[in-house]
């Protein structure tokens, strides 16, 4: 494996290669568009293409692509050649400035909400200059915003973007408004840890519903899954290492900050965490990740799994948004110092978070609503449905003593002594010790451990900068009415900010039963389905939010509503009709095939005068399970025909979880009972035994 310090972005046009390919005056140009927002002109812009397009042919590169995220939560791309055509029929390389800052691609086949008529197909993309231009195989790749022909949002991308904007300005202003004119700007940086399943190949192509859905429908429980709690950070497996160390190198190459690996809880379930990075890079790298993940896996006769619950019984797979806040003078506004009690405005941005989070609460968990993820939340590590925020026991403690108005008496932070006297002693951290909690405090950052493995990180990190941005501007009009003693004031708005909204804080086991009783008697939202919480996306209140930062109008936001719902009735359908398929096409007539082999040793033995006592029994417990199953399956056929029936996004999606979604569990208990006594050699796909635990 080559030298990470020398591969280390050498597939991606950063500002290095920028600097060294650049004038000064055009370099200094694209500086102030990456930085303030200004425009490019068309000669600086022609020069960047020029730059740009001599690089990646350099680098083996025959096309280009503007790269975009649609509503689809992965990303699209359309290769045009850099090959131009002269008159005299030759052919040169070109690229220009109006090539690279706009494309026009056909958008009538992208989920748009409505917002154009499908005969409307026109849509554009926009470089974002932002986010570094990058070479995959030979294309070169700009990142791009994406929209359809009268303007209005189609992708994960704007609305992200909008958002930064919207963070920076409320945190700007607010700062200034604590003395710190030094700040000029602050930016949302993320580390998104990614989760993941690695398999054979071999048993993917072989089973169905891996192949259409992502995820296992049937399924019974091996005697030993994680149990032992002995592959959690256990050795790596050979095959494992080598796709690992593949992994690295490709996202070495693409200047992703890939740092950290492991084998995670579930057998063959592995981690890759990165370092953190601004906000919109961090996102357009995610999707790369989970790219080239199953590209590399693939070269290793291997396949990765990004669905949230690929095996039922054992842990899903999530992905842990770390999201903090920093100034362009270097300092991380999470935290806290030697002295949390009296640093003002570590405490203001802390109540600004716990504010945010307590009134847009319902928009945290739609913003990591989907199928596939109800199927995670609230089991196995994953946290509950109920947003709450951990604080840990030292924060806690402070913000009681201010909501008390009481002084704080500090937190004598218990030392860990290992009684060995060549181990050092240390202090126990006091932040993050539950791992329960949905969106806890760690240190100097939040941790959101409600998205899915396989989600865009984009919707919850839009989410997090404008409910912030809100809390700030919040707070900054208040401050800015009084001519008073800010500091003062800015007290006292941390003090009524903890009595208003302490409620959201909670330090406790979210798993319990107890906590839903106490969640729902404190008032705080609780959305066990997207089914149940997507509608909420367009509520009134949320509505004037987005409209408020500009960061959605109010047809684009009914739009994602819309794409929201619809894509959960599809895939819930998809997975039915693939249920429905297998259990019809595959295991009855295993169960078929093994039962009439009983009933032939039965008659054997009994023509010889061999007792046939328990295999009458088997035989009949799989033929009574097969009549069962059959029934099941029909009950599921009617299921599936009904959601044809004429119906809004919304009722369409509640048909969906009431009357399909148990009607496949039903279809599942009785066809893994089914698998648990039948021969191995007659069930007709690989069992979990045979996948997970190879």
């Given at each position: 494996?080559?030298?990470?310090?020398?591969?280390?972005?050498?597939?991606?046009?950063?500002?290095?290669?920028?600097?060294?390919?650049?004038?000064?005056?055009?370099?200094?140009?694209?500086?102030?568009?990456?930085?303030?927002?200004?425009?490019?002109?068309?000669?600086?812009?022609?020069?960047?293409?020029?730059?740009?397009?001599?690089?990646?042919?350099?680098?083996?590169?025959?096309?280009?692509?503007?790269?975009?995220?649609?509503?689809?939560?992965?990303?699209?791309?359309?290769?045009?050649?850099?090959?131009?055509?002269?008159?005299?029929?030759?052919?040169?390389?070109?690229?220009?400035?109006?090539?690279?800052?706009?494309?026009?691609?056909?958008?009538?086949?992208?989920?748009?909400?409505?917002?154009?008529?499908?005969?409307?197909?026109?849509?554009?993309?926009?470089?974002?200059?932002?986010?570094?231009?990058?070479?995959?195989?030979?294309?070169?790749?700009?990142?791009?915003?994406?929209?359809?022909?009268?303007?209005?949002?189609?992708?994960?991308?704007?609305?992200?973007?909008?958002?930064?904007?919207?963070?920076?300005?409320?945190?700007?202003?607010?700062?200034?408004?604590?003395?710190r004119t030094d700040v000029t700007h602050v930016f949302a940086e993320v580390g998104a840890e990614?989760?993941?399943?690695?398999?054979?190949?071999?048993?993917?192509?072989?089973?169905?519903?891996?192949?259409?859905?992502?995820?296992?429908?049937?399924?019974?429980?091996?005697?030993?899954?994680?149990?032992?709690?002995?592959?959690?950070?256990?050795?790596?497996?050979?095959?494992?290492?080598?796709?690992?160390?593949?992994?690295?190198?490709?996202?070495?190459?693409?200047?992703?900050?890939?740092?950290?690996?492991?084998?995670?809880?579930?057998?063959?379930?592995?981690?890759?965490?990165?370092?953190?990075?601004?906000?919109?890079?961090?996102?357009?790298?995610?999707?790369?990740?989970?790219?080239?993940?199953?590209?590399?896996?693939?070269?290793?006769?291997?396949?990765?799994?990004?669905?949230?619950?690929?095996?039922?019984?054992?842990?899903?797979?999530?992905?842990?948004?770390?999201?903090?806040?920093?100034?362009?003078?270097?300092?991380?506004?999470?935290?806290?110092?030697?002295?949390?009690?009296?640093?003002?405005?570590?405490?203001?941005?802390?109540?600004?978070?716990?504010?945010?989070?307590?009134?847009?609460?319902?928009?945290?968990?739609?913003?990591?609503?989907?199928?596939?993820?109800?199927?995670?939340?609230?089991?196995?590590?994953?946290?509950?449905?109920?947003?709450?925020?951990?604080?840990?026991?030292?924060?806690?403690?402070?913000?009681?003593?201010?909501?008390?108005?009481?002084?704080?008496?500090?937190?004598?932070?218990?030392?860990?002594?290992?009684?060995?006297?060549?181990?050092?002693?240390?202090?126990?951290?006091?932040?993050?010790?539950?791992?329960?909690?949905?969106?806890?405090?760690?240190?100097?950052?939040?941790?959101?451990?409600?998205?899915?493995?396989?989600?865009?990180?984009?919707?919850?990190?839009?989410?997090?900068?404008?409910?912030?941005?809100?809390?700030?501007?919040?707070?900054?009009?208040?401050?800015?009415?009084?001519?008073?003693?800010?500091?003062?004031?800015?007290?006292?708005?941390?003090?009524?900010?903890?009595?208003?909204?302490?409620?959201?804080?909670?330090?406790?086991?979210?798993?319990?039963?107890?906590?839903?009783?106490?969640?729902?008697?404190?008032?705080?939202?609780?959305?066990?389905?997207?089914?149940?919480?997507?509608?909420?996306?367009?509520?009134?209140?949320?509505?004037?939010?987005?409209?408020?930062?500009?960061?959605?109008?109010?047809?684009?936001?009914?739009?994602?509503?819309?794409?929201?719902?619809?894509?959960?009735?599809?895939?819930?359908?998809?997975?039915?009709?693939?249920?429905?398929?297998?259990?019809?096409?595959e295991i009855l007539p295993a169960v078929y095939r093994y039962e009439s082999s009983l009933c032939?040793?039965?008659?054997?033995?009994?023509?010889?005068?061999?007792?046939?006592?328990?295999?009458?029994?088997?035989?009949?417990?799989?033929?009574?399970?097969?009549?069962?199953?059959?029934?099941?399956?029909?009950?599921?056929?009617?299921?599936?025909?009904?959601?044809?029936?004429?119906?809004?996004?919304?009722?369409?999606?509640?048909?969906?979880?009431?009357?399909?979604?148990?009607?496949?569990?039903?279809?599942?208990?009785?066809?893994?009972?089914?698998?648990?006594?039948?021969?191995?050699?007659?069930?007709?796909?690989?069992?979990?035994?045979?996948?997970?635990?190879?």
């Open positions: 494996m080559a030298d990470f310090e020398h591969i280390f972005s050498t597939r991606v046009f950063n500002d290095a290669v920028m600097k060294k390919r650049l004038s000064p005056a055009t370099y200094e140009k694209l500086r102030r568009v990456i930085d303030e927002g200004d425009e490019l002109d068309i000669t600086a812009a022609n020069e960047v293409a020029k730059a740009m397009k001599e690089w990646a042919m350099e680098n083996g590169a025959t096309h280009y692509t503007h790269w975009f995220q649609p509503m689809t939560g992965i990303t699209a791309e359309k290769h045009d050649s850099f090959l131009s055509v002269q008159s005299d029929g030759s052919v040169l390389s070109d690229f220009s400035g109006k090539k690279l800052i706009k494309g026009e691609p056909d958008a009538s086949s992208f989920p748009s909400g409505g917002l154009r008529s499908t005969f409307e197909a026109r849509g554009y993309t926009a470089w974002d200059p932002t986010s570094y231009v990058f070479l995959k195989a030979n294309t070169l790749c700009i990142p791009t915003v994406f929209c359809s022909y009268s303007g209005q949002v189609l992708d994960k991308k704007t609305p992200l973007l909008r958002s930064l904007e919207a963070l920076s300005a409320a945190a700007v202003r607010l700062l200034h408004l604590l003395d990614q989760e993941y399943f690695l398999i054979d190949r071999k048993y993917f192509e072989q089973r169905r519903d891996l192949l259409y859905t992502g995820r296992t429908l049937f399924g019974a429980k091996p005697p030993k899954a994680q149990e032992l709690d002995d592959h959690y950070f256990g050795t790596l497996r050979p095959e494992v290492k080598e796709f690992m160390a593949e992994l690295d190198e490709e996202l070495w190459r693409l200047g992703v900050y890939a740092n950290t690996e492991h084998n995670e809880a579930a057998p063959s379930q592995h981690e890759l965490a990165p370092i953190y990075t601004g906000a919109n890079r961090a996102c357009d790298q995610n999707q790369l990740t989970m790219e080239i993940m199953k590209n590399v896996a693939h070269r290793h006769g291997l396949c990765c799994l990004l669905h949230e619950k690929p095996f039922a019984h054992i842990n899903g797979s999530g992905k842990h948004n770390n999201w903090s806040l920093s100034t362009n003078t270097g300092e991380n506004l999470f935290k806290p110092g030697n002295d949390p009690y009296n640093d003002t405005q570590f405490l203001l941005f802390l109540a600004a978070v716990i504010k945010a989070v307590d009134e847009y609460q319902d928009l945290l968990r739609i913003s990591v609503a989907s199928a596939s993820n109800d199927h995670r939340l609230g089991a196995s590590e994953a946290p509950p449905a109920i947003v709450s925020i951990y604080l840990g026991d030292e924060m806690t403690g402070v913000l009681d003593a201010i909501a008390e108005g009481k002084k704080y008496t500090g937190h004598n932070r218990e030392r860990m002594e290992m009684g060995v006297g060549a181990l050092p002693d240390f202090a126990k951290d006091t932040s993050d010790r539950n791992r329960t909690s949905p969106f806890a405090f760690t240190g100097n950052k939040f941790e959101f451990r409600m998205p899915g493995a396989s989600q865009s990180i984009a919707d919850p990190n839009m989410v997090l900068n404008t409910i912030m941005a809100d809390a700030l501007t919040d707070f900054a009009d208040r401050l800015e009415r009084s001519h008073k003693d800010r500091t003062a004031l800015a007290r006292r708005i941390i003090r009524e900010t903890l009595k208003k909204h302490g409620r959201i804080i909670f330090n406790g086991n979210n798993y319990s039963e107890e906590w839903v009783s106490e969640a729902e008697a404190r008032g705080l939202c609780h959305y066990r389905t997207a089914a149940d919480a997507i509608p909420h996306f367009s509520d009134p209140k949320n509505i004037l939010l987005f409209g408020k930062h500009k960061i959605f109008s109010e047809s684009e936001i009914r739009s994602r509503t819309e794409i929201m719902l619809e894509s959960y009735f599809k895939i819930i359908k998809i997975e039915a009709q693939t249920m429905l398929s297998m259990v019809r096409c032939r040793l039965i008659a054997e033995k009994s023509a010889a005068g061999l007792s046939d006592g328990h295999e009458k029994k088997n035989a009949q417990r799989i033929a009574t399970g097969a009549d069962e199953l059959y029934e099941a399956a029909g009950i599921l056929d009617a299921a599936i025909a009904g959601s044809d029936a004429p119906r809004n996004a919304e009722d369409a999606a509640a048909y969906m979880k009431n009357a399909v979604l148990p009607a496949m569990c039903d279809v599942r208990a009785l066809a893994d009972a089914l698998e648990t006594n039948v021969g191995k050699d007659d069930w007709p796909f690989p069992t979990y035994g045979d996948i997970i635990l190879h």
